[in-house]
């Protein structure tokens, strides 16, 4: 088949190179010309993927209409916030039939909608729309090191098409129907990675690191529980593998963000070193938004975003965060 993906950064340039292993032709969409010549001629995206070769089959281009042109699949890996930017220019170029996964993972500002809701607003068809997510880190995937990941559609066909699409020998890919629990998984591990980087950032243990990321998913669970999700898919690979991943690995910019952050750099300094989206530090206001629009506590979200946005300290949010009133350990699903 004919694939197009939209998004040339690191896993998006990882899932051009999965895919065309299998035999597919891939047209990889790079927002920079510079960037689309140096893949075409070098087979290397170094910037993003070090010494990783492409395969023959992929090529790229920073034309969007000659990268759709024919596709029988679409794969979106832009940034979160440039989602709807970019489907707008898609409009006349894709087919109203044919299949996207959003492999992208945040929630828009201001409309507080999920990425495949982005899409399907600018492009139709939200039964043609599918998110795939799970302890997916590029620079592994390159390596064919043994990974999993979930592809949620509300269309079962859909669903199916796309873990027939991506699954490898090392890459097992599962179903599910929860698209909406996958997406807030998505966007919201994000957030606690930062927060763990922030505590390793400050030397605060291993012990710290984990009540950051168990506390950290019940509070993932609480909001996909106010919004109609099912809570369990914050126990499965877009959940807790992702999460894990996100939170303990050194290749997760999440992660190495908030250790960069606790020892004194800002996020600006941090992206324009990395040449990387830190999507976590964006995420956390839309998904703050969510909380409060739905009434649901999320103490750990809270606490980046008041670092992040309000000038407070990280030894002012820590201990706010152990003052809180005592409770029991599972609230918040009545």
Same mark, same amino acid.
């Not at 946005?309 to 005592?326: A, I, V």
């Given at each position: 088949?004919?694939? $197009?993906?939209?998004?040339?950064?690191?896993?998006?340039?990882?899932?051009?190179?999965? /895919?065309?292993?299998?035999?597919?032709?891939?047209?990889?969409?790079? +927002?920079?010309?510079?960037?689309?010549?140096?893949?075409?001629?070098?087979?290397?995206?170094?910037?993003?993927?070090?010494?990783?070769?492409?395969?023959?089959?992929?090529?790229?281009?920073?034309? &969007?209409?000659?990268?759709?042109?024919?596709?029988? %699949?679409?794969?979106?890996?832009?940034?979160?916030?440039?989602?709807?930017?970019?489907?707008?220019? @898609?409009?006349?170029?894709?087919?109203? =039939?044919?299949?996207?996964?959003?492999?992208?993972?945040?929630?828009?500002? #201001?409309?507080? /909608?999920?990425?495949?809701?982005?899409?399907?607003?600018?492009?139709?068809?939200?039964?043609?729309?599918?998110?795939?997510?799970?302890?997916?880190?590029?620079?592994?995937?390159?390596?064919?090191?043994?990974?999993?990941? !979930?592809?949620?559609?509300?269309?079962?066909?859909?669903?199916?098409?796309?873990?027939?699409?991506?699954?490898?020998?090392?890459?097992?890919?599962?179903?599910?129907?929860? /698209?909406?629990?996958?997406?807030?998984?998505? %966007?919201?591990?994000? &957030?606690? %990675?930062?927060?763990?980087?922030?505590?390793?950032?400050?030397?605060?243990?291993?012990?710290?690191?984990?009540?950051?990321?168990?506390?950290?998913?019940?509070?993932?669970?609480?909001?996909?529980?106010?919004?109609? $999700?099912?809570?369990?898919?914050? @126990?499965?690979?877009?959940?807790?593998?992702?999460? &894990?991943?996100?939170? &303990?690995?050194?290749?997760?910019?999440? +992660?190495?963000?908030? !250790?960069?952050?606790?020892?004194?750099?800002?996020?600006?300094?941090?992206? =324009?070193?990395?040449?990387?989206?830190?999507?976590?530090?964006?995420?956390?206001?839309?998904?703050?938004?969510?909380?409060?629009?739905?009434? !649901?506590?999320?103490?750990?979200?809270?606490?980046? *975003?008041?670092?992040? *946005?309000?000038? =407070?300290?990280?030894?002012?949010?820590?201990? #706010?965060?152990?003052? +809180?009133?005592?409770?029991?350990?599972? *609230?918040?699903?009545?």
């Amino acid at each position: 088949m004919r694939i $197009a993906v939209i998004g040339a950064g690191s896993w998006g340039s990882a899932a051009a190179g999965l /895919l065309a292993a299998k035999g597919h032709s891939v047209e990889l969409w790079a +927002r920079r010309a510079e960037l689309a010549q140096e893949i075409n001629e070098t087979r290397q995206n170094k910037d993003y993927l070090g010494d990783y070769v492409f395969p023959s089959t992929v090529h790229s281009s920073s034309n &969007i209409s000659e990268v759709l042109a024919g596709s029988d %699949a679409v794969v979106m890996v832009t940034p979160a916030q440039a989602v709807r930017e970019v489907a707008k220019s @898609m409009v006349n170029y894709v087919d109203d =039939k044919t299949p996207i996964v959003v492999l992208s993972k945040g929630v828009e500002h #201001k409309t507080g /909608l999920v990425l495949t809701d982005v899409i399907a607003e600018e492009l139709g068809g939200p039964g043609r729309v599918a998110a795939l997510s799970g302890p997916n880190h590029a620079e592994e995937i390159c390596k064919e090191k043994p990974t999993a990941a !979930v592809v949620a559609s509300y269309n079962k066909d859909v669903a199916e098409f796309f873990q027939e699409l991506f699954a490898r020998s090392f890459f097992r890919v599962y179903t599910s129907t929860d /698209l909406l629990g996958v997406e807030l998984c998505a %966007a919201s591990k994000n &957030i606690i %990675a930062i927060a763990t980087g922030m505590s390793v950032g400050q030397g605060l243990g291993d012990n710290t690191s984990s009540v950051i990321m168990t506390r950290g998913l019940a509070e993932i669970s609480r909001l996909m529980h106010a919004m109609g $999700a099912e809570a369990k898919t914050a @126990m499965g690979l877009a959940g807790m593998g992702d999460l &894990i991943t996100t939170c &303990i690995s050194e290749n997760s910019r999440n +992660r190495s963000f908030g !250790v960069s952050f606790a020892q004194g750099e800002s996020l600006e300094d941090y992206k =324009k070193r990395r040449h990387m989206v830190v999507e976590g530090a964006y995420s956390v206001i839309s998904v703050r938004e969510l909380a409060k629009q739905h009434k !649901v506590e999320m103490p750990i979200t809270e606490a980046v *975003y008041q670092v992040l *946005y309000e000038g =407070k300290s990280l030894k002012e949010e820590s201990k #706010k965060l152990f003052d +809180r009133e005592l409770t029991q350990e599972f *609230y918040g699903f009545e």
